[in-house]
């Protein structure tokens, strides 16, 4: 069993910077494919960004390509969000995800991740 705990949300004003850290407690860190999603008011719970467990590789919404960076430290157990330029329609409750072996290409699918951290919220000024 994995426990995730999110921090490093805030309020922040447009074009401004916020890191969110996770860090993961029981389970096999390394071997988890981690994603970052994120849900605002009224809306379904959305793809941000994924880091595979093997390769490292990376995945981006269009909406944060170029913005924001996700990174996973194996040693520390921890996955973090990097977020740039932040705009006013970032503003979310942003979650962190884990999974086991799974096919690449439900990498962004919420569904197909078995561990969820509460959450954090992240507002954006205008």
């Known amino acids: 069993q994995v426990q995730l705990t999110e921090s490093g949300g805030g309020l922040v004003q447009a074009g401004g910077s916020l890191r969110l850290s996770c860090v993961a407690s029981?389970?096999?860190?390394?071997?988890?494919?981690m994603g970052w999603f994120r849900q605002a008011p009224g809306k379904e719970r959305e793809f941000v960004a994924a880091?595979?467990?093997?390769?490292?590789?990376?995945y981006y919404a269009d909406a944060v390509k170029g913005r924001f960076t996700i990174a996973k430290d194996n040693p520390k157990r921890t996955l973090s969000l990097q977020m740039n330029s932040l705009k006013p329609e970032d503003t979310a409750i942003y979650y962190c995800?884990?999974?086991?072996?799974?096919?690449?290409?439900?990498?962004?699918?919420?569904?197909?991740?078995?561990?969820w951290g509460q959450g954090t919220q992240v507002t954006v000024s205008s």
């Open positions: 880091i595979r467990r093997n390769d490292r590789a990376t």
């Open positions: 995800a884990a999974r086991g072996a799974q096919v690449v290409n439900t990498i962004t699918l919420p569904s197909y991740y078995y561990y």
């Open positions: 029981g389970g096999s860190f390394s071997t988890y494919d």
